[in-house]
């Protein structure tokens, strides 16, 4: 993420809660690193997970520390993703 995207926080959290579609979460820590926030601790396995590529998503923010992650098929539809059996150690608890 361009750190221009800072500019929405008083303080870039330390951590995001990333929601897809039907309301499942996830928690990935944040860094800030080369000039931008990374999402970092729990996105690659996220990622892997929802078989996420490169401009097939989109994020919008929800609150100061909550992303909506909407994800798109190689047609372009949003897919419908589910919450599956994630690493215990970074889905969230709601």
Known sequence: ??????????????????????????????????????????????????????DYMVFKLLTPDTLKVIIFDDDGIEAVNKCGKHNEAFAARD
Do not use: Q
């Not at 996830?26 to 729990?42: E, I």
């Open 1 to 54: 993420m361009p750190l221009d995207f800072t500019k929405h926080f008083v303080a870039v959290p330390t951590e995001f809660k990333l929601r897809n579609n039907i309301g499942c979460s996830w928690r990935v820590t944040v860094k800030l690193m080369n000039g931008r926030v990374t999402l970092d601790r729990g996105w690659a396995t996220y990622a892997a997970v929802h078989r996420i590529k490169i």
